[in-house]
């Protein structure tokens, strides 16, 4: 095991899922709950499917689902609850931006997501080294977060409307905060569906599945959760706002276009995961927890890379971007405290 690759890997899968807001900036005279309804079939169905369909044994695969009923469940109860997570996640960067959206979203993520589960399992984190560092890395994440959402403030106030426009068309900062702190919360129980069909990961690698990528059997339970909730709310907003038309209205060049970058978004969403699951493998078993809290953090970070080659943060002041930078380096510096034992 090797603490360096796992977070290389992590590292590797969040520059991906961090990227994936950007190709809807490719999409073509569609709304955005029309594209967020396709990209769902990809992200949340069509890609996990497979990813989990190709490491499992074959002719093991129904034997693998079908293990605990009750662990199923609970992974796909998790996984709808963590669709409304996803769903105002989206909201949170069309008033926020990528990088501020994604900062706020995924810190709050990171937070409830690394410590709720070891606490409704019943474990006192200040029992081991291990758990203390945990709490402790949760801490500087959080205190990263606190910085960004500070810059963000600050940003609000030195930039014009027009450049705020700008940057994000529409930007509101206190609805974007709102809307991003509830995405965190909500999207934290993705990890909490991980860890409920955590057994369904233990029987597929009995049944002869990699431990490598055993998870990929669990992300998919989680996601076809969520796709329950992001596709469903998706076509209710296409019937309430008549855009369902949007579906066959376009040109064939377009409709190609469209369903490629949906695609590349789903793709690219779904390696955040993927990696996450490798990368935690590499990790001492006492630190495997805080793997959730490192992904995020690095979703943080790359996500605000983003917010700087798409100029969110012009003209935001010297200031603004000091602040900023002190941020990015307590997350990268929790990802560090946070794997120590």
Same mark, same amino acid.
């Given at each position: 095991?090797?603490?360096?690759?796992?977070?290389?890997?992590?590292?590797?899968?969040?520059?991906?899922?961090?990227?994936?807001?950007?190709?809807?900036?490719? +999409?073509?005279?569609?709304?955005?709950?029309?594209?967020?309804?396709? /990209?769902?079939?990809?992200?949340?169905?069509?890609?996990?499917?497979?990813?989990?369909?190709? +490491?499992?044994?074959?002719?093991?695969?129904?034997?693998?689902?079908?293990?605990?009923?009750?662990?199923? #469940?609970?992974?796909?109860?998790?996984? @709808?609850?963590?669709?409304?997570?996803?769903?105002? !996640?989206?909201?949170?960067?069309?008033?926020?931006?990528?990088?501020?959206?994604?900062? $706020?979203?995924?810190g709050t993520c990171a937070a409830f997501g690394t410590?709720? %589960?070891?606490?409704l399992a019943g474990q006192d984190l200040f029992a081991?080294?291990?758990?203390?560092?945990?709490?402790?890395?949760?801490?500087?994440?959080?205190?990263?977060?606190?910085? $960004?959402?500070?810059?963000?403030?600050?940003?609000?106030?030195?930039?014009?409307?027009?450049?705020?426009?700008?940057?994000?068309?529409e930007f509101a900062l206190k609805k974007g905060i709102?809307?991003?702190?509830?995405?965190?919360? @909500?999207?934290?129980? !993705?990890?909490?569906?991980?860890?409920?069909?955590?057994?369904?990961?233990?029987?597929?690698?009995?049944?002869?599945?990699?431990? =490598?990528?055993?998870?990929?059997?669990?992300?998919? #339970?989680?996601?076809?959760?969520?796709?329950?909730?992001?596709?469903?709310?998706?076509?209710? =907003?296409?019937?309430?706002?008549?855009?369902?038309?949007?579906?066959?209205?376009?040109?064939?060049?377009?409709?190609?276009?469209?369903?490629?970058?949906?695609?590349?978004?789903?793709?690219?969403?779904?390696?955040?995961?993927?990696? @996450?699951? @490798?990368?935690?493998?590499?990790?001492? %078993?006492?630190?495997?927890?805080?793997?959730?809290?490192? #992904?995020?953090?690095?979703?943080?970070? !790359?996500?605000?890379?983003?917010?700087?080659? #798409?100029?969110?943060?012009?003209?935001?002041?010297? /200031?603004?971007?000091?602040?900023?930078?002190?941020? =990015?380096?307590?997350?990268?510096?929790?990802?560090?405290?946070?794997?120590?034992?």
């Amino acid at each position: 095991m090797s603490i360096i690759s796992g977070i290389a890997l992590m590292a590797l899968g969040s520059a991906g899922a961090s990227s994936f807001y950007v190709p809807q900036k490719k +999409i073509k005279n569609w709304s955005w709950e029309s594209f967020w309804a396709v /990209q769902s079939i990809f992200a949340y169905l069509l890609i996990p499917f497979v990813g989990a369909w190709l +490491i499992v044994p074959s002719g093991a695969f129904g034997q693998v689902m079908g293990y605990d009923t009750t662990a199923l #469940l609970k992974a796909m109860g998790y996984g @709808m609850l963590w669709g409304v997570g996803g769903l105002t !996640f989206g909201l949170s960067m069309r008033y926020l931006g990528v990088a501020l959206g994604q900062s $706020i979203a995924l810190g709050t993520c990171a937070a409830f997501g690394t410590i709720i %589960p070891p606490l409704l399992a019943g474990q006192d984190l200040f029992a081991t080294s291990a758990g203390i560092f945990m709490v402790a890395g949760v801490s500087v994440c959080i205190a990263g977060i606190a910085m $960004i959402g500070y810059a963000g403030s600050l940003k609000s106030k030195n930039m014009s409307e027009e450049d705020k426009r700008a940057a994000v068309k529409e930007f509101a900062l206190k609805k974007g905060i709102l809307v991003a702190l509830l995405a965190g919360v @909500m999207s934290a129980c !993705f990890n909490l569906g991980l860890n409920a069909g955590d057994g369904i990961r233990v029987n597929a690698i009995a049944l002869g599945t990699p431990e =490598l990528f055993a998870k990929n059997v669990v992300i998919l #339970l989680v996601t076809l959760g969520g796709f329950v909730t992001n596709f469903g709310y998706c076509i209710f =907003l296409n019937i309430k706002n008549k855009t369902g038309r949007e579906y066959f209205s376009l040109s064939s060049s377009e409709l190609v276009n469209n369903f490629l970058f949906s695609a590349l978004a789903g793709l690219l969403w779904y390696c955040q995961f993927l990696f @996450m699951g @490798m990368g935690e493998v590499q990790l001492d %078993p006492g630190t495997r927890a805080f793997a959730w809290s490192i #992904l995020m953090a690095f979703n943080v970070l !790359f996500s605000n890379v983003w917010g700087i080659v #798409l100029n969110e943060w012009k003209n935001s002041g010297k /200031q603004t971007m000091v602040v900023l930078v002190i941020g =990015l380096l307590l997350l990268v510096a929790s990802t560090i405290v946070g794997s120590m034992k």
